[in-house]
């Protein structure tokens, strides 16, 4: 086991990236299998019912079963095996996902500040997404698309009517926590590292790593606003040089709009089309992101190294 640790440790990242797909299919398995084990003892449920359940989410206990699959997804596909593999790569796993740097009370702030100001510019992003004019061609490919996402805005609506206080904490844990830390975790603690390990340029590695989070989602009409966020949120790993920087607006932007949606009792099934941007609203927003992003370039932390891949880096 300790020589296999160490040729890990050493191999080339191209060979840790294969073995980060390979720890991700067996874990997104196992937990998918899990999943699906508790729901059929406590619910009854067979995969027929699965697929019922995600066409028709008002089906009983489908909202129940679908929020406890995608705990064990969400476990699964991203937590689960950023920690393995960190725990392999190397000896201070803590240190290899850049847990083991804090970040201080004013770079805290201006991080929510940033996400709560961000909300326009997605909005816009958004909009631009949706209007852009696409090939004849793909007429079939978007069709689908917006079928797809119309289910899955369905889903998450329905996952969004919250009729207690202990069923909003469970939504607010599923939709904020648990993919602020996976998501972050996976993404900004191993594919981006892993990226500029081998690239040795962090904006490639950022803009890439921020597609694939884009893409993961599988929202097409989405796709640049996902981009552009999944950016913000990796340049914000490495300006402070630390994971809970990104971690941190991964949960202010979800958690957002949990709690926007228990409060005013919105459900996101009644939404419409996006409308056109508010524009005086959205110059502002571009002004005050624009300072706080200046801020924090200005204040990023320098030479960060840890313990293996940041060697002459190109930024």
């Known amino acids: 086991m300790n020589n296999f640790r160490v040729y890990i ?9 294969f073995l980060l797909i390979a720890i991700t ?7 998918s299998g899990l999943g699906f084990l508790i729901t059929e003892t406590f619910y009854g449920t067979s995969w027929e019912n699965i697929a019922t359940y995600i066409n028709n989410p008002d089906s009983p206990n489908a909202v129940a079963v679908l929020k406890l699959l995608q705990l064990f997804n969400t476990l699964g596909i991203f937590l689960l095996p950023a920690m393995v593999f960190s725990q392999l790569v190397s000896p201070n ?3 290899y996902l850049r ?3 804090g970040i201080t009370w004013p770079t805290l702030l201006a991080v929510i500040a940033l996400f709560i100001a961000f909300t326009p510019i997605t909005d816009a992003l958004s909009w631009v997404n949706n209007v852009l004019p ?3 061609l793909l007429d079939d490919f978007a069709e689908g ?4 996402t119309t289910q ?5 609506g329905r996952f969004l009517i919250m009729d207690s206080f202990g069923d909003f904490l469970f939504t607010l844990f599923l939709m904020a926590v648990l993919p602020a830390l996976g998501e972050e975790f996976l993404f900004r603690g191993v594919l981006q590292r892993l990226f500029i390990s081998h690239t040795h340029k962090v904006h490639l590695s950022v803009w890439v790593t921020a597609l694939l989070f884009a893409l993961m989602h599988q929202q097409f009409f989405a796709i640049i606003p996902l981009t552009v966020l999944g950016a913000v949120l990796g340049y914000l790993k490495e300006w402070t040089g630390s994971l809970w920087a990104p971690i941190l607006a991964h949960f202010i932007n979800n958690a957002t709009i949990v709690i926007v949606m228990y409060f005013t009792h919105y459900n996101m099934s009644d939404a419409t089309e996006i409308e ?3 524009w005086i609203i959205l110059i502002f927003s571009v002004l005050i992101c624009g300072a706080i992003l200046f801020y924090l370039i200005k204040n990023k932390k320098e030479n960060i190294t840890a313990d293996d891949d940041w060697n002459d880096v190109v930024v």
Do not use: C, D
């Not at 899955?152 to 998450?156: G, R, S």
């Open 9 to 17: 440790r050493t191999a080339h990242p191209i060979l840790q990236f």
């Open 145 to 148: 698309m917006k079928q797809s």
């Open 25 to 31: 299919f067996f874990t997104a398995g196992a937990l």
């Open 152 to 156: 899955m805005q369905e889903l998450v």
């Open 276 to 278: 056109s941007p508010q």
């Open 134 to 136: 696409l090939p004849a």
């Open 93 to 95: 796993p803590y240190t």
């Open 99 to 101: 847990l083991n740097v």
